[in-house]
């Protein structure tokens, strides 16, 4: 399927592993120039050569953290015109909600609600402008069904969908569309992070807590990467246009609400 995005530019936060960057590489199949973006200078350039050679469009990698403000400048200055922004970033980590302080909850919030918001601000009246925009933030499952021990991150993300939830309908006449992916259990680094965690904490074989947590998946499985990037390449393309303010749930049917 044609897309409709070739020649187009984006920018794709934390996009040198795992979800951001199957979306990043998805986009560059599409025909998207690409800027990626990491902490991890090595393996973010890994992943831009890797995304270039494939592709054959230019990728520019930056690294840093997309909380600071150096980094959210760097990203602007890469790609002077914006037609496509995925906000994402790593969450806090898993803990008991009574552990968390201020500055963890502060934290929390700017990584996971103001710095997307900033982005946002950044490339929307340019989106507008040339009359073609796409937004999309990844998110996660727990935005509509919480997580114990993800508190946290379920706040932070939940007040970022309704804070962009009403700027999407005020832009959404000039073809600039913001939307938003939750994933679920995904085959990542992190997941495999939280499931060492587990299995410690339970002192059983990590092996026990991934086939528990599979068979509460109706699908049976974590997902791919490559899923979760196509689904977002279709949010960006010219075919989308009349999606907006959404909330996809990729999850496997782990969700068992009907909205």
Do not use: W
Not at 23 to 35: K, M, P
Not at 85 to 113: S, T
Not at 165 to 187: D, M, Y
């Amino acid at each position: 399927m044609d897309f409709g995005l070739k020649g187009r530019q984006a920018v794709v936060c934390a996009s040198s592993r795992a979800l951001g960057r199957a979306c990043a590489l998805e986009l560059a199949r599409a025909g998207c120039n690409v800027v990626v973006n990491g902490r991890d200078q090595a393996t973010l350039e890994r992943t831009a050569d890797e995304i270039r050679t494939e592709t054959g469009v230019e990728v520019i990698a930056v690294a840093g953290d997309v909380t600071t403000r150096a980094c959210q400048d760097a990203l602007m200055q890469a790609a002077p015109r914006v037609d496509i922004l995925v906000n994402n970033n790593g969450g806090p980590p898993l803990r008991d909600f009574r552990e968390i302080d201020r500055e963890a909850l502060l934290a929390g919030v700017v990584g996971n609600m103001a710095a997307p918001i900033e982005l946002v601000q950044r490339v929307i009246d340019g989106m507008v402008e040339r009359r073609f925009g796409r937004i999309v933030n990844i998110t996660s499952a727990s935005v509509k069904m919480p997580i114990a021990r993800l508190d946290l991150s379920s706040g932070a993300r939940a007040g970022l969908t309704g804070f962009l939830a009403g700027v999407a309908r005020s832009v959404a006449h000039a073809n600039v569309t913001i939307n938003f992916l939750l994933p679920g259990a995904f085959e990542t680094r992190r997941r495999r992070t939280n499931e060492q965690a587990a299995a410690e904490r339970r002192g059983v074989p990590i092996e026990t807590v991934r086939q528990e947590s599979q068979a509460d998946i109706p699908a049976g499985r974590y997902g791919d990467a490559s899923e979760f990037g196509a689904a977002r390449a279709f949010l960006c393309s010219a075919q989308a246009g009349y999606i907006t303010g959404q909330s996809l749930l990729i999850d496997g049917g782990a969700h068992r609400g009907i909205l």
